[in-house]
């Protein structure tokens, strides 16, 4: 994997200042076509009060206004070889200009130039979040050097040094544990709430936390070339591949655009070879404006504006046309365990005891002493058995558990990897079988406990499953988690292919596959399904609470975590393509019609731009359509 350097963070795919905060009216996207529309119906009144001359010069400053919104645009992409819905306003605009039509021109303009502002608007991106990926890598490391310790630039690691990470510390880069025992905080990588265990041999990842004792780590990765810079460069690759996927619209007006202008030439050529080149000249623009899809690029943007403000009603935001367009084809779902499928909150799910030990004495005895530990298993632990009392004489033996008294007896909890398990470990076994991650309680050296805990599936996970499944939606799950605790979590839930112990860039191969046999979404929150949410066809980021990393890499953000949610933006997202798709078919049945009407001289440009204006009134009204929510079942 390449390094991913600041200037490569600090470039166009996260560039901050694209985005704008201030008040509407500072913002050139908009304030351009709001000026324009003002010019147009200052330009009106002026005319209806029989002020000719100033009614044209402020015809034409809307004009120009409207048109600087997109026609520099539709220019470049042109001289690119790119043919767009902006190239065809253009023309027929310059048309209608030509035969003096400098109002219905005007009019174009400001429509077309609100409509996508408007839309620019609905959708503006979240920036920064991969700067936020790199932040989780420490500034400087401690490495020992001939017998000493020395800080370094995190950026200056090579293969091969041993990094002393501290209790507290991030590590700066991947690496394999040579000495020590802890507890490791890895959901920037794994995306899993609890933390993982690391002995001598075990390999650990840049940017998870050190939360236990001292680790010696022998770097298996340079500084500049680790976990969390291969996640930047798999989100960068895979928004490259995806890129600006063209709207509907244009992709109907690639072939439109050169067939219109080759049919204008013919007419205005062929015509003034064998007639008049006066009349058939005007004849060939008058072609062109019959041919300007004006519904078809006014309606779409409008439709798209509607459909996101309704879907942000109920929670749903959507960053762009394309993905709202993409949104309604979506087939299958790939969805990540922690955080998504499950409340990403560990709690007691069961207890096991020796003879003569109760439930609530064995959660006591813990509670008593994981109150001092901020290990997300004692906070499960403490909140089980709120009325424990502290224990006395408390230590913590990094990686292996905590030791202290309790009612004159000596309590140990910890790990079953450090603690015996003895005559419980069969049904201990049992317990991970079914997902969780079991703790051992010691009373005086014997075993006499065993307490599971589990980050339980959010209770509508199932409902929600069925009703994709209904919807002929498929389910697949996607964690870095263990395969047993997946599994058991997948089969409460209903899912049936379930792909689990997974890296990010396993997630991303992962989704391509499931893409290329159905249009795919991806649904997660945290920095490691920050790759697959941008390779996926369409990425969800679930909960404001999630990474920015998820926030910026995704098409589409959920505001809460209520996977109910999903089928209901399936659902709002295929209607409004079905309106989309109505304005679509309407816009070219209108052109269609057009078409022969003018080339033979049927309808003049008054009577083509009248039958436009009635076409943008019909589809407008359809398109806002879209704004109309169904309830949630």
């Not at 529309?37 to 009060?49: K, N, P, T, V």
């Not at 020395?150 to 700066?172: F, K, M, N, S, W």
């Not at 317990?431 to 599936?457: F, K, N, S, Y």
């Not at 679509?584 to 204006?613: D, R």
Request: proline share 4%; net charge negative.
């Amino acid at each position: 994997m390449r390094s991913v350097t600041k200037s490569r963070v600090d470039g166009p795919a996260i560039d901050e200042d694209d985005d704008h905060n201030g008040p509407w009216w500072t913002d050139r996207g908009i304030l351009v076509p709001v000026l324009s529309g003002l010019a147009f119906l200052a330009g009106l009144l002026c005319e209806w009060s029989g002020a000719t001359i100033p009614a044209l010069v402020l015809f034409w400053i809307g004009l120009l206004l409207g048109a600087s919104t997109f026609t520099p645009g539709a220019i470049r992409k042109l001289l690119k070889g790119k043919l767009g819905i902006g190239l065809l306003m253009t023309i027929s605009a310059v048309g209608a200009v030509i035969l003096g039509y400098v109002e219905e021109a005007a009019a174009l303009a400001f429509l077309y130039s609100i409509a996508e502002a408007l839309e620019d608007k609905a959708m503006d991106r979240a920036r920064g979040g991969l700067r936020a990926l790199l932040k989780l890598i420490p500034d400087t490391a401690t490495i020992r050097r001939g017998g000493a310790s020395a800080e370094i630039a995190a950026q200056d690691l090579t293969v091969g040094q041993i990094l002393l990470v501290r209790p507290g510390e991030r590590i700066a880069t991947d690496g394999i544990v040579r000495s020590g025992r802890s507890s490791l905080d890895a959901s920037a990588i794994t995306g899993e709430s609890i933390p993982v265990e690391v002995e001598p041999g075990d390999a650990v990842s840049a940017g998870a936390i050190n939360t236990a004792g001292a680790l010696e780590v022998e770097t298996t990765a340079a500084g500049t070339d680790n976990s969390l810079t291969t996640i930047v460069g798999l989100v960068e690759q895979a928004q490259a591949e995806k890129g600006d996927r063209a709207r509907l619209a244009d992709r109907i007006a690639r072939p439109l655009v050169p067939g219109v202008l080759i049919l204008a030439a013919l007419v205005a050529l062929l015509g003034s070879l064998l007639g008049d080149p006066e009349l058939w000249i005007t004849r060939a623009l008058v072609v062109l404006v019959a041919a300007s899809p004006c519904a078809l690029a006014i309606s779409v943007p409008l439709t798209v504006v509607a459909a996101i403000g309704a879907a942000s009603k109920f929670g749903v935001i959507i960053k762009s046309g394309a993905a709202f367009e993409r949104f309604g084809t979506i087939r299958h779902v790939a969805v990540d365990k922690t955080g998504t499928l499950t409340r990403n909150e560990p709690a007691v799910t069961a207890v096991l005891t020796a003879d003569g030990v109760s439930e609530d004495q064995a959660l006591e005895w813990a509670a008593a002493l994981e109150q001092r530990s901020t290990h997300p298993l004692a906070a499960a632990i403490t909140a089980a058995a709120p009325g424990a009392r502290a224990a006395l004489d408390v230590t913590e033996q990094a990686g292996h558990g905590i030791e202290g008294t309790v009612e004159g007896a000596r309590i140990t909890v910890g790990s079953p990897r450090w603690l015996n398990a003895g005559p419980l470990a069969s049904r201990v076994a049992g317990l991970e079988e079914q997902g969780m991650t079991v703790v051992i309680v010691h009373r005086d050296g014997t075993p006499v406990a065993a307490i599971g805990v589990r980050d339980e599936l959010r209770p509508e996970v199932p409902e929600a499953v069925r009703t994709l499944a209904g919807q002929a939606v498929g389910v697949t799950m996607l964690t870095g988690d263990n395969a047993r605790t997946a599994h058991a979590l997948a089969a409460h839930a209903g899912i049936d292919d379930v792909r689990a112990e997974l890296r990010p860039e396993d997630k991303t191969t992962a989704i391509r596959e499931l893409s290329r046999k159905a249009s795919t979404a991806m649904i997660g929150d945290g920095i490691n399904d920050a790759p697959a949410l941008a390779a996926a066809d369409i990425g969800i980021a679930m909960g404001a609470t999630g990474s920015d990393a998820a926030i910026e890499s995704a098409d589409v953000a959920f505001t809460g975590h209520d996977l109910r949610l999903i089928p209901r933006a399936f659902d709002h997202a295929r209607r409004g393509r079905h309106i989309i798709n109505q304005n679509i078919i309407l816009s070219l049945l209108i052109i269609a019609a057009l078409l022969p009407l003018a080339l033979f001289g049927v309808l003049g440009l008054a009577a083509v731009v009248l039958v436009h204006e009635i076409a943008e009134v019909i589809v407008i009204l359809n398109g806002l359509r879209a704004a109309r929510t169904r309830k949630a079942a």
